[in-house]
């Protein structure tokens, strides 16, 4: 009989031991995907490990895996305040979709978009676009008590559908345009490139920062304990004064920032103006769903969940293309790892005993 | 001795957690017939030996003899099929259900229906344990749901029956019902171990008792030749447990407390009027589930009311102010629930201390939690009430729950709060951490904090308050001084029996 018995105590240790574990599990199940879906099994999992160093220039395949986890981490992140509180956010597409939409219409509203304020002011629209966009859900919660699952998911739907509605009819560009899509936004109010070649930008800085300040203010501050205390107990939530609905704002206020921060960054830098919404989000607010998890809720964590999920996701596509092998296998591994990780948190609480069923002796 | 083997006997049974040694060469019988009082303070080590006795936990070394016979207990299961029953200190049982599905389910399911009920009938009325098998679950007091706990135990007919604090949940007259009870069930052979806390009882139920400490035996004796002094010299070592009562001077008024009413689901509480002053211990009694919750939630703002002027705390109206803003009035609050509430299980002694010091311009500066401070605070703490723990980063959940409760209590002590609100101060605490608590709100109050104790335990209260009001179905009684109260008059006001003065003013 297999049983699991608490811990007296847990350390850092614990919980690094667990981590390799799941590690351990997820690698081995990728090499065994791999094995089924390449006909060079041997080559696509070298391959898919040193990639940078394959081919193109490397900090070109870096700059790929960094821009990617930059907008993945940042949107996690804000997913972490609610799922530390229990208020469960899974609408970060959506808000990402606003922060994006938030952004253009300010460009358009502006005057002058060759002040040097243009491009904090899109960013800014941009913020409050996801935060007016996720409001909803809270709203809905606090004064109905509706299910924030449902009405966070089904936002992400009504969002795209709008940023789709936006680009084929009242902001429609170029008609000889592939897709449907707007004018692009200027020069000036577009993120720069940090290095020239790769995809490294302004925008993948001011990401960087505004991980740097939730971090802070999760680990350091009175609000960041306030969620601690909230996502185990209500009740000494109510006993240290603070209000159960207000957390409720307050997380869905923080991610949805975040979710269109990001979505006002990507609209500057990666792609200049609103695309109908399947050529446009790139599911980075449900992926961050995932990575929210594998880094545990804690920023460092969810710093290198990004960052592995990037690479993994990046290093699929490179196989892709070299091999054939259908990048379909990086959304394999990435719920493998969930799993992985989910289960083996398990065993920073708990030892694993395997017994024998014991019966009574009678010497 | 006698003779004939023990029904239960335990030899040199030692267990371990880590560094902490909670049985060692334990030495333990009991006799049939034998209604066996096992004694201690709160992590003295009764509740590791039951857990071994029972098959929840394997010893590191040492072992059981049933009847005379060596024996491993592998699991509950095992214990049960052997004969060992027992009525844990909480309830576990189905609100929604009746009298005989919720013992239905404990034995599988083995008898059923009419047969079940019959059985249930034919049991009770041989030990006086008076149940009604239809009534559901959420209609029955206290005493009653005990009763249906220990019909289950009886039925899968134990030979041994432990029974964990039955009495702290009782009233004085349940309490008498189940001594009779037990004294029967001892009559018909069953061994009884009987675990409590209060020196009266067992001298009046027990003819024998066994006295843990520090993991040990300390003691083995008849308690009916012995006195409760010397009982509890044993218990805790050779550490004074008598208090002297201090003369107190009472001062100007800091709560005050007009017309309040809050309701709350099903539950309501009437509060028509109430006065705490500088220096005064206010007792409230009552039984469980008559409505402290909710006066400690209506006092602490917890849940607040709609009558501004209901609640007056320092001269400011407070009715419809929060916890925090009230704090800042001056008042402290430390609820019963000690993981959960009071204290978040999962987080370490500092992040526990922030909790009830968010308002506390020291805590934080400018949002940011000041962690030396709150360190500080939990050296203060801990040396100055006695609070045993393994650093400032343990989580709470890992001290005992006397330390816990000494570290909640400490940790609004220390603030020397003009109004202290304290629900049920040392409940399942051991004795001398209940003393130790006891001991400080008497010298808080000494020094001139109004403090308002709710509590279930009502020696508590004659020894501390000063005036004392019983909560009695979501209504608090008109306050008398203690005096003026006696324990059978309050025992009746606590089940509702009389009219007591207050009711009747509403």
Redesign the interface.
């Known amino acids: 009989m297999i049983q699991l018995e608490l811990r007296?105590?847990t350390n850092w240790w614990t919980s690094l031991r667990s981590i390799l574990l799941a590690l351990l599990i997820t690698a081995a199940f990728s090499v065994a995907v791999l094995f089924v879906m390449s006909d060079r099994p041997a080559d696509a999992i070298w391959q898919m490990l040193s990639f940078p160093w394959q081919g193109r220039r490397m900090e070109v395949q870096f700059g790929l895996v960094l821009q990617q986890s930059a907008y993945l981490a940042v949107i996690a992140l804000g997913l972490s305040v609610g799922y530390r509180a229990n208020i469960w956010n899974i609408g970060a597409e959506g808000q990402f979709a606003f922060g994006s939409i938030g952004a253009y219409a300010a460009y358009l509203l502006m005057g002058s978009p060759d002040s040097g304020w243009a491009f904090p002011a899109l960013l800014l629209a941009g913020i409050i676009g996801g935060c007016l966009w996720a409001m909803i859900p809270a709203f809905l919660r606090v004064t109905c008590n509706t299910n924030e699952l449902l009405t966070s998911l089904m936002l992400v739907y009504v969002a795209s559908h709008l940023l789709t509605y936006l680009c084929i009819g009242p902001l429609k560009g170029d008609p000889k345009a592939g897709q449907a899509e707007t004018y692009p936004i200027a020069e000036s109010v577009q993120a720069s490139k940090l290095i020239s070649g790769t995809e490294l930008h302004t925008g993948l800085l001011v990401l960087f920062v505004a991980f740097i300040i939730l971090a802070a203010i999760l680990l350091?501050?009175?609000?960041?304990?306030r969620l601690?205390?909230a996502q185990?107990?209500p009740?000494?939530e109510?006993?240290?004064?603070?209000?159960p609905n207000n957390t409720v704002w307050l997380s869905f206020a923080i991610s949805g920032a975040m979710a269109g921060l990001a979505g006002a960054v990507y609209l500057t830098a990666e792609t200049g103006k609103l695309i109908q919404a399947e050529n446009y989000l790139e599911n980075f607010g449900f992926a961050a769903i995932i990575i929210a998890f594998l880094g545990r809720l804690h920023p460092v964590g969810i710093l290198l969940a990004a960052l592995m999920i990037s690479y993994v996701n990046v290093g699929a596509s490179y196989i892709q293309a070299s091999l054939q092998v259908d990048d379909s296998v990086a959304e394999l591994i990435e719920v493998v790892a969930l799993f992985a990780f989910l289960g083996c948190a398990v065993l920073d609480q708990y030892t694993v005993k395997f017994k024998r069923?014991?019966?009574?002796?009678?010497? | 001795m006698s003779s004939q083997p023990a029904l239960l006997q335990t030899s040199q049974i030692s267990k371990a957690f880590g560094p902490v040694v909670a049985n060692e060469n334990v030495d333990f019988e009991v006799q049939p017939s034998q209604i066996h009082a096992l004694l201690g303070e709160n992590g003295a080590g009764k509740s590791t030996l039951m857990k071994v006795i029972c098959g929840l936990q394997q010893p590191d070394s040492g072992t059981v003899y049933w009847k005379g016979e060596k024996c491993t207990i592998g699991s509950p299961k095992v214990a049960r099929a052997m004969g060992i029953g027992m009525v844990h200190q909480h309830f576990a049982l189905f609100e929604g259900l009746s009298v005989t599905e919720n013992i239905a389910f404990s034995i599988d399911g083995a008898v059923q229906g009419k047969a079940l009920e019959n059985q249930i009938i034919e049991l009770a009325e041989r030990y006086g344990l008076m149940v009604e098998p239809k009534r559901p679950v959420f209609e029955l007091s206290a005493g009653e749901r005990q009763r249906i706990e220990i019909l289950r135990a009886l039925l899968l007919n134990p030979e041994l029956l432990i029974l964990d604090e039955p009495t702290s949940v009782l009233t004085p007259q349940e309490a008498d019902q189940l001594f009779d009870t037990v004294r029967k069930l001892a009559a018909n052979g069953h061994g009884i171990v009987f675990i409590s806390h209060k020196l009266k009882e067992v001298k009046a139920l027990c003819d024998f008792a066994t006295v843990l400490r520090a993991g040990r035996v300390v003691g083995t004796f008849d308690p009916r030749e012995q006195s409760t002094e010397s009982i509890a010299e044993l218990m805790l070592g050779s550490r004074d447990i008598s208090t002297q009562r201090q003369v107190r001077h009472i001062g100007d008024r800091r709560l005050q407390v007009r017309q309040l009413s809050i309701t709350d689901h099903d539950q309501t509480l009437q509060v028509n009027n109430m006065d705490v002053h500088a220096g005064e211990i206010f007792g409230v009694a009552g039984i469980a589930g008559n409505g402290q919750e909710l006066l400690y939630a209506g006092l602490s703002g917890e849940q607040t009311t709609s009558d501004h002027n209901a609640i007056e705390i320092n001269g400011t109206y407070a009715g419809t102010l929060g916890p925090n803003e009230r704090r800042e009035l001056g008042a402290m609050f430390v609820p019963e629930e000690r993981l959960g509430h009071a204290a978040v299980p999962q987080l370490d002694l500092i992040d526990n201390v922030l909790l009830s010091n968010i308002a506390n311009k020291k805590a934080s500066n400018k949002g940011i939690v000041n962690r030396r401070y709150l360190s500080r605070k939990v050296e203060e703490i801990t040396t100055l009430f006695g609070v045993r723990h393994a650093g400032n980063k343990t989580a709470a959940r890992n001290l005992s729950g006397g330390n816990l409760q000494k570290f909640v209590v400490g940790r609004e002590i220390i603030k020397q709060p003009s109004v202290l609100i304290i629900n049920q101060p040392t409940w399942g605490v051991d004795a001398v951490s209940a003393m130790n608590i006891r001991e400080a709100l008497m010298s808080l109050a000494g020094h001139g904090s109004a403090i308002i104790v709710i509590s279930q335990d009502l020696d508590e209260l004659l020894e501390i308050s000063d005036r004392l009001a019983v909560l009695h179905h979501g209504t608090l009684s008109e306050a008398r001084a203690v005096h003026d109260w006696n324990v059978e008059q309050l025992g009746l006001a606590m089940t509702g029996s009389t009219d007591t003065p207050g009711n009747a003013a509403a």
């Open positions: 007296q105590n350091f501050t009175l609000l960041g304990y601690k205390v185990h107990t009740r000494a109510r006993f240290a004064g603070f209000s069923t014991t019966t009574r002796k009678v010497a």
